[in-house]
Nanobody, 121 residues
Framework: QVQLVESGGGLVQAGGSLRLSCAAS????????MGWFRQAPGKEREFVAR????????YNENSVKGRFTISRDNAKATVYLQMDSLKPEDTAVYYC??????????????WGQGTQVTVSS
């Protein structure tokens, strides 16, 4: 069992930056693929970024690539999402998730409670 707790959300002006953190408890964090997702009001949940145990990384190329950076610190059992050049359309609840399988088509087994990010224009 893995518990995930996100932090770092808040209100920021367009063009600003935020860094989200997701702290994991439980065992074998380093073996999980970690992902960030977001859900804006009235919209479906959207993939943002993922990082596998080997450092392989992927981003939603249509919306965040070049502006967001995902990283992980296995010693701290934490995954981060550095968000730069934020836009109002980045406003959403951001969730981290953990998966025991790897790759783009995978089921995430554990989810955090989410952290709100609001970008004002």
């Amino acid at each position: 069992q893995v518990q995930l707790v996100e932090s770092g959300g808040g209100l920021v002006q367009a063009g600003g930056s935020l860094r989200l953190s997701c702290a994991a408890s439980g065992r074998a964090f380093s073996s999980y693929q970690m992902g960030w997702f977001r859900q804006a009001p009235g919209k479906e949940r959207e993939f943002v970024a993922r990082i596998n145990p080997y450092g392989g990384i992927a981003y939603n190329e249509n919306s965040v690539k070049g502006r967001f950076t995902i990283s992980r610190d296995n010693a701290k059992a934490t995954v981060y999402l550095q968000m730069d050049s934020l836009k109002p359309e980045d406003t959403a609840v951001y969730y981290c998730a953990a998966s025991t399988s790897y790759g783009p088509i995978t089921t995430y087994d554990y989810w955090g409670q989410g952290t709100q990010v609001t970008v004002s224009s």
